[in-house]
């Protein structure tokens, strides 16, 4: 994979897209507000759950509103993700805050399949009610708490603080991010960290 990984760095296209004083920051900015937009309207379903906002909304209204505008927004997420990564992608391997973003991401994608496999069967007997029962609001508060954490750990990755060279040899996290030494196919991992991504 690490191979792979040095051998997709030095494509003429990744190399295009991280040297660009244009694409790259169009890039972010594009990742940025597709994170709000996704991220945003989870939000407002899960305080709906939690019965904290839209009380008085009935659950299935506010879900065949918001759910298009949920799904447009991983979809841009997705694809300016997968762009981003492939510009940088040692960077992004050899971070343990992607690597832990990632994990989040299965994590709430997994609550997200559940919620709606098994806790929005019942929905009609809910629809109306100020809260979800305990099952959908311990949904909403999985789903809460890893979206933020994924949020805090993308921007996390424009910090070298678990940088390879900064890990103890043997560690959990050296082994974690699978650190070699950081010059890989001739990149200064340094440098690309410290053009400030937020990812």
Same mark, same amino acid.
């Given at each position: ?57 009935? @659950? ?5 509103? $918001? ?6 927004? +991983?979809?841009?997420? *997705?694809?300016? &993700? ?17 690597? @832990? ?5 299965? $994590? ?6 559940? +919620?709606?496999?098994? *806790?929005?069967? &019942? ?24 979206? $933020? ?51």
């Amino acid at each position: 994979m690490r191979d792979f990984v040095a051998w997709l760095s030095e494509t003429p296209l990744s190399i295009a897209l991280r040297e660009s004083f244009v694409l790259w920051p169009a890039l972010e900015a594009a990742h940025v507000m597709s994170i709000m937009l996704f991220a945003g309207t989870i939000f407002m379903v899960d305080l709906r759950l939690l019965g904290i906002v839209f009380k008085k909304v009935p @659950f299935s209204e506010m879900d065949k509103r $918001i759910l298009p505008l949920t799904v447009a927004g +991983f979809i841009l997420l *997705v694809i300016t &993700g997968v762009i981003l990564v492939y510009s940088k992608p040692l960077v992004y391997y050899y971070s343990a805050f992607f690597r @832990f973003k990632m994990v989040v991401i299965v $994590i709430a994608m997994a609550n997200i399949g559940v +919620f709606h496999k098994m *806790v929005q069967k &019942g929905q009609a007997a809910w629809d109306t009610d100020e809260k979800a029962p305990r099952a959908g609001q311990i949904s909403a508060i999985i789903s809460l708490a890893s979206w $933020i954490v994924v949020i805090i750990l993308g921007r996390m990755i424009a910090y070298d603080w678990l940088q390879c060279e900064k890990l103890e040899p043997g560690s959990f996290m050296h082994t974690f991010t699978h650190c070699k030494p950081m010059e890989v196919a001739g990149l200064d991992l340094d440098l690309e960290l410290n053009l400030g991504e937020i990812s």
